[in-house]
């Protein structure tokens, strides 16, 4: 098979952003580029490697078997490029993608530490939905994936081969409230206390649902303010413009006037922290970077 490296490169991209678009925006190609590439690459193979639909496309099975091919020999070249520089291993790439709310405590833990006790590791970070970051980890855009999940705790995918996935810690929800607020003197509320409370929560999307109202609130809750990014969510309620829910991990994150509550009259709310990647032999660039967070998280289980 005659088949090139930018042919493997744009596969794996297109694989990861599900359309040419996407990809060529991230290659720094032109759609019909990526799409005479794909076509190349299809040419080559004999096979068919997506299935167009409305709004993308996605790999077929000729092209999950692929993938990972295609990914090892990427790979295999990026470690060429390092050992042919003279880079040691203490300087490979450690990609690492997390959802939201792991990124202001573990994850900043994490390269602290590494930062102080491997500076030359050459890591790089995404914040992303759990389908986003299992695309990337699929694609090998990135190595090692936190995710988060609600018992019963199902493998994130379907997809062969399964993921390698190790849970980190448990945490439990909490709610953020105003420190200046009607529940300033309160360790925990009930259901009827915040049925009528303005909310602060993410904005819904078909990659998630909205996240930041209490699971299983009864009532239409009344959702004011809507943003995906955790620090502006707390500083609302510092501004006493509503409440949120939030993971406990966060309690070092929070901002001055601001209070984590309980609520008691429902049933606890946890989810379980777990990192997840392919199968397989890691690099030391990424071994290290699992023994920074396992180091952190259990340091925030404590």
């Known amino acids: 098979m005659d088949i090139t490296v930018v042919g493997l490169r744009v596969l794996r991209e297109v694989a990861e952003r599900g359309t040419f678009t996407a ?57 060429a490029g390092r050992e042919l520089s003279g880079a040691g291993d203490d300087t490979g790439p450690a990609r690492l993608g997390f959802f939201p709310a792991a990124g202001a405590v573990l994850v900043a833990r994490a390269m602290t530490a590494l930062g102080q006790q491997r500076p030359r590791i050459q890591v790089t970070t995404r914040e992303g939905t759990t389908p986003s970051l299992l695309r990337a980890l699929r694609s090998g855009a990135l190595d090692l994936a936190l995710l988060s999940s609600r018992p019963p705790h199902r ?62 609130l009864p009532g239409r809750p009344r959702v004011h303010h809507s943003t995906r990014d955790w620090l502006t969510k707390l500083h609302l309620v510092a501004a006493g413009v509503g409440i949120t829910t939030v993971p406990s991990m966060l309690l070092s994150a929070v901002p001055p006037g601001v209070r984590l509550i309980t609520v008691d009259d429902l049933p606890e709310e946890r989810r379980r922290v777990s990192l997840a990647r392919l199968p397989g032999p890691t690099t030391p660039s990424t071994d290290a970077l699992i023994h920074a967070l396992r180091r952190h998280a259990a340091d925030l289980a404590e």
């Open 23 to 79: 990809a060529g925006q991230a290659l720094g190609y032109t759609q019909s580029a990526v799409s005479r590439q794909v076509a190349s690459l299809e040419q080559a193979t004999g096979v068919r490697l997506f299935d167009r639909y409305p709004g993308g496309v996605r790999l077929t099975s000729a092209g999950r078997a692929l993938l990972p091919h295609a990914v090892t020999a990427l790979d295999a070249l990026d470690a």
């Open 155 to 216: 493998s994130p995918d379907d997809d062969d081969p399964p993921l390698h996935v190790e849970p980190l810690l448990e945490d439990r929800l909490v709610l953020a409230v105003p420190a200046g607020g009607r529940f300033a003197d309160r360790a925990g509320v009930t259901a009827q206390h915040i049925a009528g409370e303005m909310w602060i929560a993410s904005p819904a999307s078909t990659d998630e649902p909205l996240l930041g109202i209490w699971p299983g």
